[in-house]
């Protein structure tokens, strides 16, 4: 296996065309990439390390949004009080993320192309309405991230293309995160929620939910929304729409049927909490 | 650029415990097995071998990260540091006492990745709570002691003045 690390992202585009893009491999924080490769998953011919891209890095405070660069550390993001203040459902997801050694290794590219249904920073990054900046060589596009998430482990992206910023509009809007896991760290999600929200008169007047692990894809319970909306009150009775948007399976973490009923009980319960504080972070 | 000149090796070098180390290795070598394998330092651990457990926690470039998730390579011109650099030998390090007089330790296997740990936490504050001691070394499962006793001796080093 060849490796290389390049240094600028010039560097990476002028040596893409020297690369055979069928026999490459990129390498972000490696967390879940390398112990693939130890369980027998076949190395490729050539492995690109991208983690020292310098335009690949930072966390930017713009006017109307936050840029951050994909390989920036989830680690980085939970320190981050930029983060913690603008966008709490994502500080709190990577609170909620694995150990301290993964965080200071994992990064936000790499959860976002690993496209996993369960992914910790994927829910809240939904429910901000994420743009992602997609670089190539002679290309150079910012779409929504729900564009490019296809499926389980699949990303449109094309060979030589790089993510190379993930890009949170700011709203002014509070949010929340919350992850079921079957113990509080290093575990992988049974259920995830975000919700983005204003509260006016102790009425919703905003809201937004995205919900992981229940799907192929994070979806939007749009359905819930709907009719909390009409008139602004979580009623225990919306929560058999969430039914609609979601489509739970069974594995080792959790069966359907438990996965159906957590996210009801909890989405309810918070909402609920949510209103009666008020406001939110 | 880096880049590998022959395709399955690579020119590494490193700092390991603040020695200049220099070897050829196999690129896709994990720093684990670097570590243990041809440098010998066999106080590093592997449990799990995928970044569950935390037995194989080193320090590299002031971060605590999990040596099984880690290739070699990706650690060119970077400054490691394994169990045995945490000190220069007798005396043991002071949270390695406290966690023999707390009785921290049983089988010991996940020991030197949680003193790694509890070492980076509590050199990066000086006051340290409860939550904060829970929360340092959530990356870290000990099958023997139910934590208590690990939990107390980090703790207590970090009560210390």
């Known amino acids: ?281 | 650029m880096i880049f590998t000149e022959t395709p399955a090796y690579f020119d590494l070098e490193v700092k390991v415990n603040g020695e200049n180390v220099s070897r050829r290795v196999p690129t896709h070598q994990r720093l684990l097995d670097f570590l243990r394998e041809t440098l010998q330092l066999t106080g590093t651990k592997e449990a799990c071998g995928e970044g569950e457990c935390g037995a194989c926690t080193v320090i590299l470039d002031g971060e605590t990260v999990n040596s099984c998730l880690v290739l070699a390579v990706e650690t060119h011109g970077s400054e490691i540091k394994t169990i045995e650099g945490i000190t220069s030998g007798e005396p043991p390090a002071e949270i390695q006492e406290t966690f023999v007089a707390e009785h921290a330790v049983q089988c010991g296997y996940c020991t030197p990745g949680f003193i790694l740990s509890a070492m980076q936490l509590l050199n990066s504050q000086t006051e340290i709570t409860d939550e904060q001691v829970r929360e340092g070394l959530e990356g870290n499962i000990c099958r023997c002691t139910g934590y208590q006793k690990i939990h107390h001796a980090v703790a207590n080093a970090g009560t210390k003045p």
């Open chain 1, 1 to 281: 296996m060849k490796y290389s690390r390049p240094e600028t992202l010039s560097q990476y585009f002028d040596s893409w065309s020297t690369w055979n893009a069928s026999k490459v491999a990129l390498l972000a924080g490696g967390t879940d990439l390398i112990p693939k490769y130890e369980k027998g998953h076949a190395l490729p011919e050539h492995l690109i390390d991208i983690k020292a891209i310098p335009e690949l890095q930072g966390i930017v405070d713009g006017e109307n949004s936050i840029e951050i660069g994909s390989m920036t550390t989830i680690e980085s993001l939970k320190r981050s009080a930029m983060i913690r203040r603008y966008f709490p459902a994502l500080a709190m997801a990577a609170d909620s993320f694995a150990g301290a050694q993964i965080r200071n290794r994992a990064t936000l590219g790499g959860n976002i192309a690993n496209a996993s249904p369960a992914g910790d920073t994927l829910t809240p990054l939904y429910a901000y309405d994420t743009m992602v900046r997609i670089t190539g060589r002679d290309s150079d596009r910012t779409v929504p991230l729900s564009d490019i998430v296809r499926g389980p482990g699949e990303v449109n992206l094309r060979p030589g293309q790089l993510l190379q910023t993930v890009i949170l509009p700011k709203s002014g809007r509070s949010s929340f995160f919350y992850k079921l896991g079957l113990r509080r760290a290093m575990a992988i999600a049974v259920v995830n929620f975000a919700v983005v929200y204003s509260i006016a008169d102790h009425h919703y007047t905003d809201l937004v939910i995205t919900a992981g692990a229940v799907a192929p894809r994070v979806v939007y319970l749009s359905s819930l929304t709907g009719a909390i909306l009409d008139d602004g009150l979580p009623r225990r009775e919306y929560m058999a729409l969430v039914d609609a948007d979601i489509s739970p399976i069974d594995d080792i973490r959790a069966s359907a049927e438990y996965r159906r009923m957590a996210l009801k009980n909890l989405v309810d319960h918070y909402l609920r909490h949510l209103l009666e504080r008020g406001h939110g972070r």
